[in-house]
Antibody, heavy 120, light 110 residues
Framework: EVQLVESGGGLVQPGGSLRLSCASS????????MNWVRQAPGKGLEWISYISSSGSNIYYADSVKGRFTVSRDNAKNLLHLQMNSLRAEDTAVYYC?????????????WGQGTLVTVSS | QSALTQPPSASGSPGQSVTISCTGTSSDVGGYNYVSWYQQHPGKAPKLMIFEVSKWPSGVPDRFSGSKSGNTASLTVSGLQAEDEADYYCSSYAGSNNVVFGGGTKLTVL
């Protein structure tokens, strides 16, 4: 069974930084394209970032471009999201999600999410 | 990129069918056959129910079906069951390496 586990969330002040991680069990993360998707409290889903299996292709939503950086450590089977210059509107549950098993742009496995709260 | 438009709520009685719409533009839903649907129960992670407009991932019952006409995609849930009560989100590739989600529809089984 595929299991993705996010970590690193917490309370941070506006303008601060946080680094999220996504670990996997049951799969070799390096074989898959991965995404980060967030969900503000009581709101809908928002795609924010994609990284190819090799890490050579990376894309961001406009809302986080220039502030967030996605990376992967395939040797350690980890995915990361470095979040800088955080704003109140970045408050959300952040999910890592696997892509590619069922074609492009379909996210077939998700972690349980990690909550990021940006507040003073 | 604007979110896709979904009705905030939908409902049906057990055994009935209900259809949830997802309206975009020719730059997303209408332009690509990369529409997916996700089911999310409260406090849980989303679950992929439909990909590429109308295809089923392994393990998803065929009571769930997807279709698309022009800029609007639809998810139909047939033979409604109590466990189908959840939030449903559509998503679409929107070009330029972007994915856009709908605002979500809360499905209530009466």
């Amino acid at each position: 069974e595929v299991q993705l586990v996010e970590s690193g969330g917490g309370l941070v002040q506006p303008g601060g930084s946080l680094r999220l991680s996504c670990a996997s069990s049951g799969i070799t993360l390096s074989n898959y394209e991965m995404n980060w998707v967030r969900q503000a409290p009581g709101k809908g889903l928002e795609w924010i970032s994609y990284i190819s299996s090799s890490g050579s292709n990376i894309y961001y939503a406009d809302s986080v471009k220039g502030r967030f950086t996605v990376s992967r450590d395939n040797a350690k089977n980890l995915l990361h999201l470095q979040m800088n210059s955080l704003r109140a509107e970045d408050t959300a549950v952040y999910y890592c999600a696997r892509e590619g098993v069922y074609g492009d742009y379909a996210f077939d496995s998700w972690g349980q999410g990690t909550l990021v709260t940006v507040s003073s | 990129q604007s979110a896709l438009t979904q009705p905030p709520s939908a409902s049906g009685s057990p055994g009935q069918s209900v259809t949830i719409s997802c309206t975009g533009t020719s730059s997303d839903v209408g332009g690509y056959n990369y529409v997916s649907w996700y089911q999310q129960h409260p406090g849980k992670a989303p679950k992929l129910m439909i990909f590429e407009v109308s295809k089923w991932p392994s393990g998803v019952p065929d009571r769930f079906s997807g279709s698309k006409s022009g800029n609007t995609a639809s998810l139909t849930v047939s033979g409604l069951q109590a466990e189908d009560e959840a939030d449903y989100y559509c998503s679409s590739y929107a070009g330029s390496n972007n994915v856009v989600f709908g605002g979500g529809t809360k499905l209530t089984v009466l």
